[in-house]
């Protein structure tokens, strides 16, 4: 095997590697900085219910009572719209809502649990690729020493 074949070999091979790396974070951090809109849109059903006529909305104070209740910990915020078809959203930390029909104060289903899960993935392999945590120090280290390089004109690129 010639010198040439060795380095188109050991080339492809760290590049393909780096650009998969690449991809990975590319893709999880697009869809990361629109998680927030992705579960929007997939709770658009449990943010509605249907409004009959003359049905009156129960009171926050006895609506929270009630979803209490069922809950073992208090709610980390409360959304209360004003459009007579929109639920009650109470969001117990980053990974939990539950939706409440204000006119009989049932709980609904929320249907981005598995959204959620995957957000969550994506955010533990794009950190653990970013090298964040214990390893940042060493990704720092190493972006230092490349704009040092660079500061003194010396580059990767040819």
């Known amino acids: 095997m010639t010198i040439h074949k060795i380095f188109f070999w050991l080339h492809l091979s760290v590049g393909t590697v780096t650009g998969s790396v690449i991809l990975v974070m590319c893709v999880t951090g697009a869809a990361l900085g629109f998680e927030k809109q992705i579960v929007h849109w997939a709770q658009r059903h449990e943010r509605t219910v249907a409004a009959t006529s003359g049905a009156q909305r ?14 073992s910990d208090q709610p980390a915020s409360v959304t209360w719209r004003s459009e007579a078809n929109s639920t009650v959203e109470l969001v117990y930390g ?6 409440l029909n204000p006119y009989n104060g049932q709980g609904l289903e929320d249907s981005a649990v598995k959204l959620r899960a995957f957000f969550d993935l994506a955010e533990n392999v794009h950190r653990w690729l970013g090298l964040g945590g214990a ?14 390089g660079q500061q003194f004109g010396l580059s990767l690129e040819r």
């Open 58 to 71: 129960l009171p926050m104070e006895p609506l929270l009572v009630q979803a209490l209740q069922r809950e």
């Open 94 to 99: 980053r990974g939990r809502t539950v939706f």
């Open 135 to 148: 390893n940042r120090q060493s990704a720092r280290a190493i972006g230092d020493v490349l704009s040092m």
